[in-house]
């Protein structure tokens, strides 16, 4: 699976828009991009996945560039409780394979009230 | 519907004991996996399952075992508790394909 590089840490303030930006210039074709958080001492959380186009669910948004190269996550309106390590995760998906998740350092974002 | 849960919550082991941390989920999901998580280190994948009586190994199996009788559960036995087994073990399953669902994690102490 590709390698990601994601900010040790980020600010952002009650009610803005938090973007969380991930590179993975060696993503290959089959491969998809996933974002995971971790609130203190709990189990990751599933956010959202993509493979080429932008999506976006009930939580956020996920924006990857044309390349694939690189993603961002967007949280339109971070609250408090929205302060966590949010991890991005690159993985070539299979139906009978380990599907691991391979979990990096992550960004720690701290949503400042 | 509770999804994915985990028991004990918090367990102290001496080296050298045996034990089983359970994983339960009502999902019906088929994918069943066991991760563990030290500090610094992120998550690594113990043991997984594709299915009822399917299990395979994945990143660091060495002192577990496993076993799915059921859809439901998927429990990681303990042979011989080490020092180096101190660490939070989550359980997590997958939805068809991409979402997985983590439990709140085991808190084992080896001593």
């Known amino acids: 699976d590709a390698k990601t590089t994601q900010p040790p840490s980020m600010d952002c303030a009650e009610g803005r828009a938090a973007n969380l930006p991930c590179n993975h210039s060696?993503?290959?074709?089959?491969?998809?991009v996933y974002w995971y958080r971790q609130i203190h001492s709990q189990g990751p959380q599933y956010i959202i996945h993509?493979?080429?186009n932008n999506e976006t669910n009930e939580m956020a948004s996920l924006i990857i560039t044309e390349d694939r190269k690189s993603s961002t996550l967007i949280l339109p309106h971070a609250t408090l409780r929205d302060t966590a390590v949010y991890y991005c995760?690159?993985?070539?998906?299979?139906?009978?394979?380990?599907?691991?998740?391979?979990f990096g350092s992550g960004t720690q974002l701290t949503v400042l009230p | 519907n509770a999804g994915v849960t985990q028991t004990p919550k918090f367990q102290v082991l001496k080296t050298g004991q045996s034990m089983t941390l359970q994983c339960a989920q009502d999902?019906?999901?088929?994918?069943m996996s066991w991760y563990r998580q030290d500090p610094g280190m992120g998550l690594r994948l113990i043991h997984y399952?594709?299915?009822?009586?399917?299990?395979d190994q994945g990143e660091v199996p060495n002192g577990y075992n496993v076993s799915r009788s059921t859809t439901e559960d998927f429990p990681l036995r303990l042979l011989s508790a080490a020092p180096s087994q101190t660490s939070v073990y989550f359980c997590?399953?997958?939805?068809?394909?991409?979402?997985?669902?983590f439990g709140p994690g085991t808190r084992l102490t080896v001593t």
């Open positions: 995760i690159v993985r070539v998906w299979s139906s009978g394979s380990a599907r691991q998740l391979t």
């Open positions: 060696t993503i290959s074709g089959n491969e998809y």
């Open positions: 993509g493979l080429k």
């Open positions: 999902m019906n999901h088929e994918y």
């Open positions: 399952s594709v299915g009822a009586g399917i299990t």
């Open positions: 997590a399953t997958e939805r068809g394909a991409h979402e997985q669902y």
